[in-house]
């Protein structure tokens, strides 16, 4: 199994802003990346994305406040939330499709409490 490391979660008040990270070995490339959310009693959701091609994309309920990128020097993903809502709590976990030299993985975050509350 490839270890991701993911941080930057927390307590935040609405309309506030987190910004999660995700780390992929520094041995390792990121060739796509997801991040998914889970709240109680919910069924996980996709919340924002990037194909290995560039293309993003993002659930309904967060397009325009998140956005996923990556930092191919650091191997970390990211994903940015601003204008944060009660909604947006959840558990997010992120997914990365990556190589380490000729080996293509597919790896899973720990997850990580994002708790949106005044």
């Known amino acids: 199994q490839v270890p991701l490391v993911e941080s930057g979660g927390g307590l935040v008040q609405p309309g506030g802003s987190l910004r999660l990270s995700c780390a992929a070995p520094?041995?390792?490339?990121?060739?796509?990346i997801a991040w998914y959310r889970r709240s109680p009693g919910k069924q996980r959701e996709l919340v924002a994305a990037m194909t290995g091609g560039g293309s993003l994309e993002y659930a309904d309920s967060v397009r325009g406040r998140f956005t996923v990128s990556k930092d191919d020097a650091k191997i970390t993903a990211y994903l940015q939330m601003t204008s944060l809502k009660f909604e947006d709590t959840a558990v997010y976990y992120c997914?990365?499709?990556?190589?380490?030299?000729?080996?293509?993985?597919?790896?899973w975050g720990q997850g990580i409490q994002v708790t949106v509350s005044s």
């Open positions: 997914n990365i499709e990556g190589a380490i030299s000729t080996w293509v993985y597919d790896a």
């Open positions: 520094t041995s390792s490339s990121i060739n796509a």
